[in-house]
T-cell receptor, first 111, second 122 residues
């Protein structure tokens, strides 16, 4: 699976959109981009994933650049409960059972 | 039911003890995972079971012994642990789609995690 690079930490004001970047310049054509988050003292939680197209669900939006070398997770209206470590993971789905976490971004929502 | 339940939530054991961590899911998932997480570090994969068979062992010491008695249960047996094994142990499960005509299996991708069992080895 391709390696990802994320900022170590970010702050965002409550109510604003939180934009979390991820670089995955070595991604291959059939690898997906996944985002998970881990709120303190809880297990990781799946947020969203995508291959090429932008994706949106009730939690977030995922914007993947056309060359697929980077992506951005967008939390449209951040709340204090969104304070967590956010992990960007690149993963080949077919026949691959591993999900390998990088160091992630610690997002702090400021009141 | 979209939960992965782990018991116990907290466990303190001595280095000579034998204990077990338990994980249960009733989502019909056929892949189950054990991860280990040290403080302020990302989770590290230990084992993966696929269709109740051990498919991945990430070179984990033999003092950790996984077991998958059925498709809903996953255990982690602990024996002769060291203080450095103190960590949060996370269980997860995911769906595995039916085999393709070429014999492969496709993950849906989403892993559901439990809240973890926090282990302290004295």
């Amino acid at each position: 699976d391709a390696k990802t690079t994320q900022p170590t930490s970010m702050d965002c004001a409550e109510g604003r959109a939180a934009n979390l970047p991820c670089n995955h310049s070595t991604i291959s054509g059939n690898e997906y981009v996944y985002w998970y988050r881990q709120i303190h003292s809880q297990g990781p939680q799946y947020i969203i994933h995508g291959l090429k197209n932008n994706e949106t669900n009730e939690m977030a939006s995922l914007i993947i650049t056309e060359d697929r070398k980077s992506s951005t997770l967008i939390l449209p209206h951040a709340t204090l409960r969104d304070t967590a470590v956010y992990y960007c993971i690149v993963r080949f789905n077919f026949g691959n059972e591993k999900l390998t976490f990088g160091t992630g971004t610690r997002l702090t929502i400021i009141p | 039911d979209t939960e992965v339940t782990q018991t116990p939530k907290h466990l303190v054991m001595g280095m000579t003890n034998k204990k077990s961590l338990k994980c249960e899911q009733h989502m019909g998932h056929r892949a189950m995972y054990w991860y280990k997480q040290k403080a302020k570090k990302p989770p590290e994969l230990m084992f993966v079971y696929s269709y109740e068979k051990l498919s991945i062992n990430e070179s984990v010491p033999s003092r950790f012994s996984p077991e998958c008695p059925n498709s809903s249960l996953l255990n982690l047996h602990l024996h002769a642990l060291q203080p450095e094994d103190s960590a949060l142990y996370l269980c997860a499960s995911s769906q595995r789609r039916v085999l393709t005509t070429s014999g492969g299996a496709l993950n849906t991708g989403e892993l559901f995690f439990g809240e973890g069992s926090r282990l302290t080895v004295l």
